[in-house]
C-alpha cells in the first residue's frame, strides 16, 4: 500500500502540473481539497480520469468521488479494493 501511495502522489503532481509541491510534502491524510492542497472541481476531473487510466476504476456518482478523494489514504484505499488494472 506504500508503494500505491507513493505512486498516487507522483502522478497527482504530474497530472495537476503542482509544480512547487514535492511527494514528500504531501501527508497521508492530508485533506486534497480546500485546506490542504488546495486542490479545486476541475483537479477533481482529473483524478477521475486519472483513476480511470491508471487503475480501470470508474466514478459515476459525484457522491462516492467526494469520499474517495478526501486523501492519499483513501484514494489508495479504495483503489487497492477496487482496481481492474
Do not use: W
Not at 486519472?50 to 492519499?72: A, R, V
Amino acid at each position: 500500500m506504500e508503494a500505491l501511495k507513493r505512486e498516487l502522489k507522483e502522478r497527482i503532481i504530474e497530472v495537476l502540473n503542482l509544480e512547487d509541491i514535492a511527494v514528500d510534502d504531501i501527508q497521508d491524510n492530508d485533506p486534497l481539497f480546500g485546506d490542504g492542497l488546495g486542490l479545486d472541481s476541475i483537479d477533481a476531473l482529473e483524478l477521475i480520469v486519472l483513476m480511470d487510466k491508471e487503475y480501470g476504476i470508474k466514478l459515476s456518482d459525484p457522491k462516492e468521488g467526494k469520499s474517495i478523494f478526501q486523501s492519499i489514504e483513501t484514494m489508495a484505499q479504495y483503489i487497492s479494493e477496487n482496481r481492474t488494472k
